[in-house]
């Protein structure tokens, strides 16, 4: 999977010019094939294996960089921007009674 270090930019601050990004997403264990433009803003080319899907998805990959930079994941602005549903909150305490005690 191709990486544009521009692409994740938009999700996480990436302080680490992309030769040395894939140094660290490497020692993390994420297979690195190949590193375009390794001085500048690059692409890192990425071989997903079996047991990281995560991997798959650019929102996947930041918080993998997150990991290995300590740098904070910020949502699309999709998400953001979504509508969630409320939360419902519990106003009362919940008395619970026990009548088969088998």
Known sequence: MK???SWLKRYIDVP???AKLADKLTLSGT????VLDP???GVIDIEVTSNRPDC????GLAVEVS???GK???PPKEYAAAERPA???ANQDVTIHIEDKK
């Not at 297979?31 to 190949?34: I, L, N, Q």
């Not at 798959?56 to 929102?59: D, E, H, I």
């Open 3 to 5: 990486l544009p270090v």
């Open 16 to 18: 680490l010019p992309a």
């Open 31 to 34: 297979k690195v094939e190949d």
């Open 39 to 41: 001085q500048g803003d």
């Open 56 to 59: 798959l998805s650019m929102l």
């Open 67 to 69: 990991a290995v930079t």
């Open 72 to 74: 904070k994941v910020r």
């Open 87 to 89: 939360r419902p909150r």
